[in-house]
Nanobody, 124 residues
Framework: QVQLVESGGGLVQAGGSLRLSCAASGRTFSTYMVAWFRQAPGKEREFVAVIGRSGESTLYADFVKDRFTISRDNAQNSAYLQMNSLEPEDTAIYYC?????????????????WGQGTQVTVSS
């Protein structure tokens, strides 16, 4: 099992940046694929980005448009989401998720472990 705790959310103006962190505890972090999802009010949870076990592979949602970067530091048992050029449409609760298979999966139901989420609010 792995426990995930997100941090780094907050209120930022449009065009600003935030860096989200996902701290993991439990089994060896490097054995997990890690992804970020988000959920806005009244909308379904949607995929943002995923990173491979050693950081060698990444996949992003189209709406990221080179604004976001996912990374990880297995020595620190942490993953990150650097978000630049934020837009009001990026306002949502952002969740960190993990799974043990090697597929770069974008479906939320394929992830076994979830954090509690961190709120990101972008004002116009």
């Amino acid at each position: 099992q792995v426990q995930l705790v997100e941090s780094g959310g907050g209120l930022v103006q449009a065009g600003g940046s935030l860096r989200l962190s996902c701290a993991a505890s439990g089994r060896t972090f490097s054995t997990y694929m890690v992804a970020w999802f988000r959920q806005a009010p009244g909308k379904e949870r949607e995929f943002v980005a995923v990173i491979g076990r050693s950081g060698e592979s990444t996949l992003y949602a189209d709406f990221v448009k080179d604004r976001f970067t996912i990374s990880r530091d297995n020595a620190q048992n942490s993953a990150y989401l650097q978000m630049n050029s934020l837009e009001p449409e990026d306002t949502a609760i952002y969740y960190c998720a993990a799974k043990t298979d090697r597929l770069l999966t974008i479906r939320a139901q394929n992830y076994d472990y979830w954090g509690q989420g961190t709120q990101v609010t972008v004002s116009s």
